[in-house]
Structures are given as C-alpha cells and as structure tokens.
C-alpha cells in the first residue's frame, strides 16, 4: 500500500509539472493558485504546493496552510539535485507522504512542485488486517484445541481410564497379567513400566503374605523378604561389596539387539538379596560380548536392567591375564588339589604372576568402591581370589572382610603341594571370617595353617590368631532356593514317557544325572554302575533308561576334553552292549540345560544319581529334592558329596564302588511308594528350612558380628616368605 501512494503521488506530481512549470516561468501565481485548488478533490490527496528556488511557497493548496513551516526534504532535492523523490513523515502523530518533483523550462530548474497524501489509511487498513489476522488465528486457535480434546478422549483419556481401572485391580490383587493398552508404539514403554509395577507390587504382596502366614504358623522359614530385612537391621548404615569371578548379569548383542540374561549360579541366588537390601555393590570379571556397551565410564551398571536395586562394578582380564588366572592358577592348580579326585595339579610361575596381578586389580577396585564408606563388609567369593582378603584388610583395617571357599579344603599333606601355599594362606587369613561347606573342611584348614604358617589356633573358637588379626573359620552349608509348589498336575507317567518320546526311546522308569562334565562329578564311574547293575538285573532292560544332562566345561584344557570324550566313549560302549530297537540304556545329552529344562526330569526321574568323587556340596542333589512336589523319587548321593552329612534318608553310596553303585539302583527302583515318599518328604522338610536364604543369613550374622580395629593403613610389604638377597627374589 506504501509502494501503491508513492506511485500515485509520482505520476500526480510528473503531471501537474507540465503544467505548473510555464506558470512559475511567467510568474502566472494567479493562474498557479488555482491550478493547485483543482486538484483536492483527489482520493487521500491533501494538497498540493509549489515552491521557488529557495524554498518558498508560491501557490498552496489551502488546507496545507497546518503543516509545519519547515520544507521537506523531498523539495530541497528537487530544488538542489535535480531529483524527484518522495518521503513518509508524521505530523502531530499524523503520518503523511510527500512526493516532490523539479520544475523546468528550457533554463535551468525554475521551482518545484510537491504533492502531500495522508497515509492514515494505510494504518487504518494495517491494523484492520492485524484484528482479521488474529481473530482467524484465535477461531483456528479453539477449533484445534477442541479437536484436541475430543482425539485426547478417545485416543487417550480412555487408555488412561482403563490402566486406572487395571492399577485398582492390582492393588486389589485381581489383576491380569498386562493393562489393555493400544498396541500403538507410544503406549509401549508406558505399558512396560506398569507391568513391571504389578509385578514388583505382586511379589511384594506374596512376601508379605508369606511372612504372616509365616508368623501365624509360627515356623522359622527363610524368605528373600525377611532376608532383606534381617540385612538392613544387621548392617544399620554399612553397605556391602561382593567380589566373585562370575557376574549376576550379562550382556550380549543377538541379532543388533543389546540383550541381558542371569548366568546360571546358585551363588547370583544367595547374594542378590543381600545386595539388594542395602544398595550395595557386586564386584565381577565382565564376560559378555556386549558388557562394555552397558556400562558408564567408571565401569558401573545399576541392575537388575529392569529394576535397579544395586550396583554392578565390571573388572576388565585380558585373554592373558584370563589363562593364567583362571584357566591356569585357579582350574588347572588350586581345583585339583583341593578335590582330591586323582588328577594332577598343574602349577607354573607365570600363571601365578597372572593370578597375582588379577587379584591386586580387583581388590584395588574393591578398595576404591569402598573409599568412604564407614564400616563396609566386603564378601569375597571362592578360590579366585585367595589373595584379595588380605590385599583389602591391609588397606582398610575397619572393613569386615568375609570370604567363602565353595570348593573342599585338602588335607594338610595335599594341600602342601602346592608352591604358593604360604601366601595362598595369608592372603585368606586378611579375612575376619572364612567359610567352608562343612566341619571337616574347616578342620583341613585350620590343620593346614598349624602345619605351614607360624600362628596360633584357638581350636575352642575354631579361629586363627596371626600377627594380632584374628580369623574365625565356620562352616556354612549352602542350599538352594526352596519354591512352595503344588503337585504336578498332570501324570507323571505321562510327562517321563513325553521325555523319553523326545528321545525315541520306550522305557517306563526313568533316571537323571545332571553335572558339569568335570572330573569331580564321577561320571564314568556312574555308567559303570549302571552297567553292572544291567549285568545284575536283566529284566531291568527295556524298563529303565538313565539320562545324563552333562554341561560342558572347560573345554581349552586338555583333561577336561579328554574326559567328555571318555564319557561319550563309555556311553556309546554300554549302549551298543546293551541296547535294542526301541530302547537304550543310557542317554548322554552333552550340552547346557536351562533351569525349567532340567526341572522336568528332576520332577519324572524315578531316581537322581549325584556321584561326586569329591565335592564341597553339590547343590543338584538339594534342587532334586527341592523340585519333588509329589514326595517320590530317591537320591543316590556319594559319601564323598558334602550334601551327605545334610541329607541323611538319601541312598548313600562309594561312587568307586560300582557293585555298591548298581545295588542302591536297585534298590531304588523295588522301594516302596510309601518308603519313598517318607524318606524324601524329610529331606525336602530339611532343604525347605535350610534354604539358600538362611546360609546367607547365617554368613552375615556371624560376620556382622565381629568387631574390626580402627588402625591406619600399613605400607604394602612383599608377601609372606618372600625376601630379597643379592638382588634376587626367593620364597
């Protein structure tokens, strides 16, 4: 509209000049004057004025006598330059337009003629457009917002309502096992969330119900519920740090994805819900494909994934680092020479240099996670880390420092083999408290401090008293997580002849072994008994077949490769002596099981065979006795197992002796239903009062008890036996 007025005001201006300039030569003012008043009748047109060279006004239009006295600027350019230009000014907040031309003849310029507009019209339109402008905005503004509100109902409030809806049932415990949600992406992480709030709400409230049906029968069972609370009343402030080779969580990448899943281990079940009921933190080698992808820069991770609880801390070994510390040290030295198990223990310097240097780095990461703390308790787990007890008391004195040996203990004369005992046991007796299965290990080891290490054994405490550092030395038989579960409903029969279909094998009795195929386990000497017991019982052919679950193991040293192939070899020999069509004895099925895979023969299996030849406990035994619902099967346990001292009512044998072997199958096949379930609903009573959560409870009583001294950190020294002479290092 502005460039409109000006174009107007131009083509009006360079017309009248043709005009006016004759005039103004003539010095026509008359003439000029009403040339002037002609041209007021002009749309927005306020006048027009005609000026001399210096500025004067000779003929106005008359109601441009109100504008100011002082000339435009347009009019002096055109006077002074020779130029035709026009400006926008106001007047008394009047906005007006002038547009000035040159005045001419055949001289030189003679005047000039300006023409005024008032450009009130324009603001007046610029503001009618503005009021048009936001009311459209405005009318747009309430038709979206009551779209909006109509798509939230339908799309949203809806959903809201039946979550609500959902959420009531969950709380009055009717709920469904997920919120009907829209299957839309947006919906999804919301319908996660509150499905993992149902079921931490509906594990909350059967644990709550199981400690007052707990309270009100007056029984003592342990639960992960009372386990927490027994925690956190035993550890007031005070956190704790577990240090263990294996990890509760591992992460893998399947398919592009980032995926985690809980390793099989008993020792996750035991320890979680300590850690869990303090915040504490886990200490453990990294060993998925994809950890380093799920941890922060300080190598931590909350977990579990899907509910953080504590915290997981990954220690990073090298390949290296792994061969002499864990294959080497730890599973070709130290778990031969305390299973005594015929097997000859390797050891090498380098691999010890390995185990060393793996223990330092995972103590210094214990220390660093505990800087701060007042009171920590630090539990180390197992023959891995035999050196950090001590590596973490020199440290920091007011730790309490618990470790637990899963593995047997030797007696003095085995274990003084080894060429690192000295520090091996000073290493452990940094410990306030060590733990062992049984008895008889605790007294192998304090036996063996009395035979190697200047110290004094207090025998009535059963503690070691060394350098004024005093270490108790208990055992602590560990189990299994008890689960109170009906009957199977279906027929047992039923489900072993399904197994056994799976197989295409017939057979209406069944037997089950489940070991990692380690030497330990006994289980050649198991397939020997079962062929002496075939030999013996012949009628037993085509009626019972033993099903050996058999997970490998260790595969990169060599005894542990020559054993699977002695126990595939011995399977394939007693089945080509033996087998028919349709049936064969043995069924050898060399890979990992999943827990609900073994349950099932656990739950068929007229009889479980646990044959170690030496063993700290052998929880397979208690999670057969666990699983048994329906009060039947029998447990054929070698002496040798320290589940034997527990479970007295099963069946137990000297795995070396495969006629003692083949007689307790036997029997196990002819005893009675009643006999049966006699002798297994007692042993199940045992496993469901001695469960995993009172063996962790009894640990951190016992070492939650004991007092720590408030001395400062010593200077780390050279381990005990070791001096320096000529610029040589011996032991």
Known sequence: ???????????????????????????????????????????????????????????????????????????????????????????????????????????????????????????????????????????????????????????????????????????????????????????????????????????????????????????????????????????????????????????????????????????????????????????????????????????????????????????????????????????????????????????????????????RRFADIALEEIEGEKDPVVLVQDYHFALVPRMIKDQRPDARVGMFWHIPWPNPEAFGICPWRREVLHGLLGADLIGFHIQAHCNNFLETVDAVLESRINWERFAVDRRGHMTLVRPFPISVNFTEESAPVESTYAERTELLRRHNVKASMLGVGVDRIDYTKGIPERFRGLEVFFERCPRYKEQFTFVQIGAPSRGTIRSYQELQDEVQREADRINARFQTNDWKPIIFLPWHHSHEQILQYYRTADLCMVTSLHDGMNLVAKEYVAARADDQGVLILSHFAGASQELVDALVVNPYDTEDLAQAIHRALEMTPDEKKARMSRMRAYVREHNIYRWAATLIAELTSLRTREVPPRPKVAPIGEFKAGGRKLA
């Not at 309430?142 to 799309?155: E, P």
């Not at 402030?237 to 008993?266: C, D, M, Q």
């Not at 998925?288 to 922060?296: N, P, T």
Request: include cysteine.
């Open 1 to 359: 509209m502005r460039r409109e007025l000006e174009s107007h005001a131009a083509a009006l201006a360079s017309s009248m000049e043709k005009s006016a300039a004759p005039l103004v030569s003539r010095h026509s003012y008359s003439r000029l004057q009403k040339l002037v008043d002609g041209f007021q009748m002009h749309e927005h047109l306020l006048g027009v004025s005609i000026y001399d060279l210096e500025g004067r006004p000779i003929a106005m239009t008359s109601n441009l006598a109100l504008l100011p006295s002082v000339i435009p600027n347009p009019v002096w350019r055109a006077v002074r330059e020779f130029k035709s230009t026009g400006e926008f000014f106001r007047h008394q907040d009047r906005p007006l337009h002038v547009f000035a031309v040159p005045l001419r003849t055949e001289e030189p310029v003679i005047g000039a003629l300006a023409v005024f507009y008032d450009a009130g019209y324009i603001e007046t339109e610029y503001e009618a457009m503005w009021r048009q402008a936001l009311t459209g905005i405005l009318v747009q503004t309430v038709l979206i917002v009551c779209v909006t509100l109509l798509i939230l109902r339908f799309s949203v409030r809806r959903p809201l309502a039946r979550l609500a809806d959902w959420l009531r049932e969950v709380r009055s415990g009717e709920a469904t096992d997920s919120p009907d949600l829209p299957e839309e992406e947006d919906f999804q992480p919301l319908k996660r969330e509150v499905s993992r709030l149902a079921t931490s709400l509906t594990a909350a409230r059967a644990a709550a119900e199981e400690e007052a049906r707990l309270r009100n029968s007056l029984e003592s069972l342990w639960t992960p519920e009372r386990l927490r609370v027994f925690v956190q009343n035993k550890l007031g402030n005070s956190r704790i740090f577990a240090i263990s080779n294996r990890e509760p969580y591992e992460h893998t990448r399947r398919n592009g994805k980032l995926e985690w899943s809980v390793p099989a281990s008993g020792l996750v079940t035991a320890l979680e819900p300590i850690l869990r009921a303090c915040e504490g933190t886990w200490i453990a080698q990294g060993t998925g494909d994809a950890d380093r992808e799920s941890v922060d820069e300080n190598d931590r991770l909350p977990v579990p994934p899907d509910h953080p609880q504590y915290t997981l801390r990954r220690v990073w070994v090298t390949p290296e680092e792994h061969q002499g510390f864990y294959l080497g040290v730890a599973n070709e030295g130290l778990w031969p020479l305390c299973h005594i198990a015929h097997t000859r223990p390797i050891f090498r310097a380098e691999d010890w240099e390995q185990y060393e240097k793996v223990n």
